[in-house]
Structure formats: C-alpha cells, structure tokens
C-alpha cells in the first residue's frame, strides 16, 4: 500500500476551512461542509462531493489564491493577502453553494 506524503493539511488550510464554514453557516448546515487536501489545492465541498466544490484554495506557492467556478464550471482565481481576505469572498461563497446545493430548501440553517 502506497503512502501519499506529498499532500500535508496544514493549520492555515484548517483554519481556511472554518473561515467558509463560517461564512456558510447562516445558509447551510455547517456540518454538510467538508474539505479535502491534494498536491496542488485543498477543496471546500458540498456534501463531501467532490462535484460539488465550494472554493479550491491555493496555498502552498508563493502567492496564495481562492478559486470558484463560473457557470460553465471554469475555475477562476482570486489572489489573496492573508486569511482574511476570505472575508472579502463572501457573495462568491453564498453564489457557489447556491449553484452546488440541491437540496436547500430542506436544509436550511435555523436562525437562532
């Protein structure tokens, strides 16, 4: 059995995570939120599917970026300063999970 080293989930990445999951929270259920690290991106997704990703971030070179995919399904990035800058996402956040989540209507987060 082959050991993939090459991918390491670092704490900026985490804490990435929980920034969208943040964002999210007011829409969706948070626990319908997952992530997944591979070499080159870590994947935010919708119902731990990877057809439904909600960002890529990328954050191991030199500059780091946020990415989305258009309506033809083109991923576009977004070049960000820090963490942060996740902030300044936050209409790019709600339309992805808008255009990934078929079943919003029942699982609609419970103001509270």
């Given at each position: 059995?082959?050991?993939?080293?090459?991918?390491?989930?670092?704490?900026?990445?985490?804490?990435?995570?929980?920034?969208?999951?943040?964002?999210?929270?007011?829409?969706?259920?948070?626990?319908?939120?997952?992530?997944?690290?591979?070499?080159?991106?870590?994947?935010?997704?919708?119902?731990?599917?990877?057809?439904?990703?909600?960002?890529?971030?990328?954050?191991n070179?030199?500059?780091?970026?946020?990415?989305?995919?258009?309506?033809?399904?083109?991923?576009?990035?977004?070049?960000?300063?820090?963490?942060?800058?996740?902030?300044?996402?936050?209409?790019?956040?709600?339309?992805?999970?808008?255009?990934?989540?078929?079943?919003?209507?029942?699982s609609?987060?419970?103001?509270?």
């Amino acid at each position: 059995m082959k050991k993939d080293s090459a991918i390491v989930t670092t704490a900026e990445e985490l804490e990435a995570f929980y920034i969208v999951r943040a964002i999210l929270r007011s829409t969706v259920n948070g626990e319908r939120i997952y992530h997944r690290d591979a070499q080159t991106y870590f994947a935010i997704l919708l119902d731990d599917n990877n057809r439904k990703p909600l960002c890529r971030l990328y954050m191991n070179g030199q500059k780091k970026y946020i990415a989305f995919l258009d309506e033809a399904r083109k991923e576009v990035k977004h070049e960000i300063q820090s963490l942060n800058d996740i902030y300044n996402f936050t209409e790019h956040l709600q339309k992805s999970l808008a255009m990934m989540d078929t079943k919003s209507e029942s699982s609609k987060a419970v103001n509270g």
